[in-house]
């Protein structure tokens, strides 16, 4: 079931989904060669309980952390651990926060030092392909208009795009109805209509799309090993077009000032 916002459910949840950008500048901050995602997700957590909310994924679903880092060729949902990160690291740092009622979800990858051109590319086709996505975020248009464009943005670039992960409903549930692939068919899919909120969120890879499971039981990785991106947003479908709750300004005013991470 889907379920549509108010324009005053909206601004609860932009004000959510800022407070997720405020967190991933503050990681901005502090993310470097030698640090360990441990010590950012502790980080993370104190922020967010600082701003009078909860951290959205710590205790769902058994989710043992507030920040879920996934690193090189993991895909998503990465666990924070003790193991310093390294020169030429990619990190997807994915975060959610519950404030009144309200979950923001989003992500963005960070390039430590001097990260491989071929990653660099990666990054910047994942994260425009989420600009591409968004672009089709109008009333009337289907879901399947967004898969497509993701799609053919980062397919058209000689990369991938993962099918078994997709983006998702949001609202006062994490996950909501509808599920939002990174590919599809143009036409094809549930209508947009005003008031639906979405989190997009391109998994791009290097090599093949197919992913696997680790051990952890938490962990998705490239079945082949090579580079995966992650960039997500959250979106309210308006009469006057996609509205973008989450701001990738305040996360990039820090990276811009931050010599240790490449800019995409």
Not at 55 to 84: K, M, R, W
Not at 96 to 117: C, M, Q, R, S, W
Request: one cysteine or more; a negative charge; aromatic letters at 6%.
């Amino acid at each position: 079931m889907i379920y549509y916002k108010s324009p005053s459910q909206i601004e609860l949840m932009r004000e959510s989904a800022t407070l997720v950008s405020k967190t991933l500048a503050l990681v901005a901050e502090n993310i470097r060669e030698g640090m360990t995602t441990k010590e950012l997700d502790t980080m993370a957590e104190q922020f967010i309980r600082d701003n009078d909310a909860k951290p959205g994924f710590l205790g769902l679903y058994g989710c043992p952390s507030t920040l879920l880092t996934s690193i090189n060729e993991a895909v998503v949902h990465g666990l924070p651990n003790d193991q310093p990160l390294k020169n030429g690291d990619i990190v997807s740092v994915d975060c959610g926060v519950l404030k009144n009622g309200y979950y923001g979800d989003h992500a963005y990858t960070f390039g430590i030092g001097e990260v491989a051109p071929k990653t660099v590319e990666l990054l910047e086709v994942t994260k425009e392909s989420l600009y591409k996505g968004i672009e089709q975020c109008v009333i009337g248009n289907h879901i399947g208009d967004i898969g497509y464009a993701i799609q053919k943005y980062c397919e058209d670039r000689g990369f991938s795009v993962v099918r078994s992960l997709v983006g998702h409903g949001l609202g006062r549930k994490l996950h909501e109805d509808p599920q939002v692939p990174n590919y599809g068919e143009p036409g094809r899919g549930r209508v947009l209509k005003r008031g639906m909120t979405l989190a997009l969120e391109p998994m791009i890879n290097v090599g093949t799309y197919d992913v696997e499971e680790l051990s952890d039981k938490w962990t998705i990785v490239t079945k082949d090993r090579e580079m995966s991106a992650h960039f997500e947003h959250n979106i309210a479908i308006t009469s006057n077009g996609p509205d973008i709750l989450s701001d990738f300004s305040i996360i990039e005013a820090i990276i811009n000032k931050n010599d240790n991470l490449i800019k995409v």
